[in-house]
């Protein structure tokens, strides 16, 4: 095998020199001069780029880029702009003039300095790793940090997480937290309480925010003390009735608040929450029935006040299928201490403010009762009990940062003590071995500590602070070794530390490295992986970004039942085609689709049971199939307001096919679509792309955008628009309690042209016109995949090695799982050579060794 060294000697000594200073090659230049110098020369270049004067220096980074953006420019045919000619034989030199040194720099530059520098951990990862050292998994110190920057779409890219002082306050700070929280004080753990809430304790008070029908009290299916809307009194002896039922009709939403009288929690811990319940239906003059259908539900967490706080309140413990017929329902439940456990319907009413309505009446509006009853759930009884006591005290986490020393230790010999219980820790959280020089400063800090009289506890807790807020934690760095490669495998696939397994395996065997990488997408940390990747790739974590407009879709007014199903119907789609090794063209098409009951009501599918996200196969001729018509990304490449093939094309054409469009050109205005129905979106690109500096752009990326105009703002089928103004008038009550009034305006079409000149009648066409090539679509997943496992982006000596794994997983279709294996087991990923020693690029001082 080569050595580095001798590697980076044959390029150095390869036909095109890397040194300072080169002029262009003369036969690139006279072609350059040709069809490029006319618009990329002088004080007066377009775009700022002078290509007559600029030099050859690709050993420069910055040259080398501005060089790199002019190769892929011309080979993408985006340069020269229409109506400038260029020969396909002058494409070809030029590409073929480009291409050979840019490699060659550039892969000297890698073997020089590596791919990319070291990668600060992210804030998710950074609890992630804290969850798993200190044994906290319901540890919650991720809003404690900063967010992080993007770049080239993710959070994990090295060029964009850096540290600043604010960063490493927020460090200290967040490590503080958590060590506070892994140690115990207390010689035995916090005694266990049990609450129990039943009738009218069951809610905060004897009404809710809104009308009566949002919740009241009833005994033998008729409801108590309902004559007075705004009652606040009941009989002594009927609110002490334990057989009185709460009802509730409603879903949570500010300033609403669903959670027993008199219970907030004393401690942090787990806490057992077990109650009765059923599903009913309201009826007119407040009496109720079994129901038909179970009601969804979830836990959420918050504290006991008036207002919900979208920081505080959390769901917890997955969604509950309350049935009809009374039963008990049992979860466990992280709580802080003086948070309560709210009710958390799911898929029902929200009544909103409304100023009209007399006060007498209330101040928010109840939809009216459906024929057949309103659902809810009616609660018996409720009890919380906790923080149940962990299996030993003082429990794992502060054996972690104290060994066997106990509560409160107060050692014979502090500092000999300190030192190793110091070094085991590090031991236990660093990424390698720990230099001797970094490590006995730690313990000289923990020294200075004791010698001011601190307590031992506190003393360590210093130590460990300063070790969980320095560049021996807070950096992955490039493969060299074993535990590097294991290090970013896990990071890669379950978004922190590796666990034993993986940090003993040898993971230079690449059956191995096989079998590890396997283990780790199979095992639950994958699914850390998956929301994560999600988030950024498909840019998911925007799913809540805008609120449906409540004008044009009242029907979507507040139903946070379909967000969430809609993020978990993507989530479960991006699992799949990795778990099942699913083919490329499953990125854009299929015969299958993950649904719950309220997607498939969404979606118009045969009907579903359960809330649970379930796959499912799709009917002959259906639209769905693909991320492409997922609600989530459909509602995500909308404004709440309008769809807009704009965004939807360009989304596309970048997150999915890896052509990001260029940025408009200065002081030209987006298309604004007529939400007044009165002009087609249609008719207004075709007048915004009559400027010759718009049309080469949006040919591109706006038919591909047209062909999704059938799915409204929520990927809901559509064959007409709707609109304000022009059109037929469509009025009635939302559920939310309010008057709505849209009008049904013009036909949709979405039928198209690509660029290329192939056309399509509508969205089947143009997912199988994309399916046609997997190869790109398998090359821009693995592009994504290789940008967030190495926190580096594809660089241009990466190029012919990713080609290399595609043509590995060519035959099987390019495969989703195949294509992480072909990664994982790359030089991209395993690193073509160590820095030499010493090399800490990147390393912020404000994160040095203490």
Not at 476 to 492: Q, S, V, Y
């Amino acid at each position: 095998m080569r050595t580095p060294f001798v590697l980076f000697s044959l390029v150095c000594s390869a036909g095109w020199p890397l040194a300072a200073g080169q002029p262009q090659p003369a036969d690139l230049r006279a072609r350059l001069a040709r069809s490029c110098f006319g618009c990329h020369s002088g004080p007066s270049a377009k775009g700022g780029l002078d290509l007559a004067a600029l030099p050859f220096d690709l050993a420069d980074r910055a040259t080398r880029d501005r060089w790199i953006q002019v190769h892929d420019r011309v080979e993408k045919r985006e340069m020269p702009p229409p109506g400038v000619e260029l020969a396909d034989g002058d494409r070809v030199a030029i590409l073929g003039l480009l291409a050979p040194p840019l490699h060659r720099a550039d892969l000297a530059d890698v073997l020089r300095n590596g791919r990319g520098p070291m990668r600060r951990l992210n804030r998710d990862e950074y609890e992630q790793n804290l969850r798993d050292i200190l044994q906290l998994p319901e540890l919650d110190i991720r809003d404690m940090l900063p967010e992080d920057k993007e770049a080239h779409h993710f959070n994990k890219v090295s060029e964009a997480l850096d540290v600043s002082r604010v960063q490493l306050a927020a460090y200290l700070d967040a490590s503080e937290a958590a060590l506070r929280q892994a140690m115990v004080t207390t010689a035995e753990p916090p005694e266990i309480t049990k609450f129990r809430a039943w009738g009218t304790r069951l809610f905060p008070g004897l009404r809710s925010t809104g009308t009566r029908h949002a919740m009241f009290f009833f005994k033998n299916n008729k409801g108590v003390g309902v004559e007075e809307e705004r009652a606040r009194a009941l009989p002594k002896e009927v609110e002490e009735d334990p057989a009185l039922e709460m009802g509730l009709f409603r879903s949570p939403g500010w300033p609403y608040g669903a959670f027993p009288r008199g219970f907030a929690a004393k401690h942090r811990g787990l806490y057992r929450v077990r109650f009765s319940a059923r599903a009913v239906l309201q009826h007119p003059g407040f009496t109720v029935s079994d129901a038909k259908h179970y009601v969804p539900m979830t836990l959420r967490t918050r504290r006991p006040s008036n207002h919900d706080i979208a920081e505080d309140v959390k769901s917890v413990g997955g969604i509950l299928e309350i049935q009809p017929g009374a039963r008990v329902y049992e979860v466990i439940v992280p709580l802080a201490a003086g948070q309560t456990v709210e009710y958390g319907l799911l898929g029902l009413p929200v009544p909103q403010f409304d100023a009209e309505l007399p006060v007498r009446s209330g101040t928010y509006r109840f939809p009216p009762l459906p024929a057949d009853g309103q659902p809810g759930v009616a609660f018996q009884w409720l009890e919380i009990e906790g923080p149940l006591a962990p299996p030993a005290w003082p429990p794992a986490s502060h054996r972690v940062l104290f060994g066997d020393l106990g509560v409160a230790p107060a050692p014979a010999n502090p500092g000999q003590v300190a030192g190793r219980l110091l070094r085991r820790f590090m031991a236990l959280a660093g990424r390698g071995p720990v230099p001797e020089e970094a490590a006995a400063g730690f313990e000289r800090l923990v020294q200075a500590q004791l010698d001011r009289g601190a307590p031992f506890a506190e003393a360590m807790l210093t130590g460990y602070q300063a070790f969980l807020s320095s560049d021996l934690f807070l950096y992955l760095r490039e493969p060299g070794g074993n535990f590097e490669i294991a290090d970013r495998l896990a990071h890669f696939l379950t978004n922190t530390r590796p666990d034993a397994e993986l940090a003993a395996a040898d993971l230079r065997d690449p059956a191995v490295l096989r079998r590890q990488t396997d283990r780790l997408i199979d095992s639950p940390g994958f699914d850390r992986f998956v929301r994560n990747f999600a988030a950024y790739w498909l840019n998911l974590r925007q799913i809540r970004r805008d609120d449906p407009d409540k004008r044009l879709y009242p029907e979507y007014q507040l139903d946070e039942y379909l967000v969430d199903s809609l993020e978990r119907e993507t989530l479960a789609y991006v699992a799949a085609l990795i778990r099942d090794n699913l083919p490329a063209r499953n990125l854009v098409e299929g015969d299958f689709a993950f649904v719950n009951e309220r997607l498939a009501r969404h979606y118009g599918l045969p009907a579903v049971n359960g809330s649970a996200i379930q796959r499912v196969e799709l009917p002959p001729g259906s639209v769905l199939g693909g991320l492409l018509t997922q609600g989530a990304i459909l509602k995500i490449t909308a404004n709440g307001r309008t769809t807009s093939p704009v965004l939807r094309g360009a989304w596309i054409m970048d997150r999915i096919l890896g052509e990001p469009p260029p940025p408009p050109p200065p002081g030209v205005p987006a298309v604004e679509p007529d939400v007044r129905g009165a002009r087609s979106i249609r008719e207004q690109l075709a007048m915004h792309t009559k400027a010759s500096a718009c049309s080469s752009c949006h040919a591109r990326f706006d038919p591909v955008g047209l062909a999704l105009e059938n799915f409204d703002v929520l990927g809901r089928w559509r064959t007409r628009y709707r609109g304000t103004t022009e059109g037929e008038r469509v009025s009635g009550i939302d559920h939310t309690g309010h008057n709505f009034s849209y009008t049904i305006a013009g036909p949709v079409d979405a039928s198209g042209r690509l660029a290329d000149g192939r056309s399509f009648r509508d969205v089947r066409d143009l997912k199988a016109l994309l399916a046609s090539n997997p190869r790109q679509l398998a090359r821009n997943l693995l592009h994504q995949l290789t940008v967030y496992a190495t926190g580096t982006p594809v660089r241009f000596s990466d190029r012919a090695e990713i080609e290399k794994l595609l043509d590995s997983c060519k035959s099987g279709g390019y495969r989703a799982r195949d294509l992480v294996h072909a990664l994982t087991g790359s030089s991209i990923f395993l690193g073509r050579a160590r820095p030499g020693p010493g090399h800490r690029a990147g390393s912020p001082t404000g994160a040095a060794r203490i």
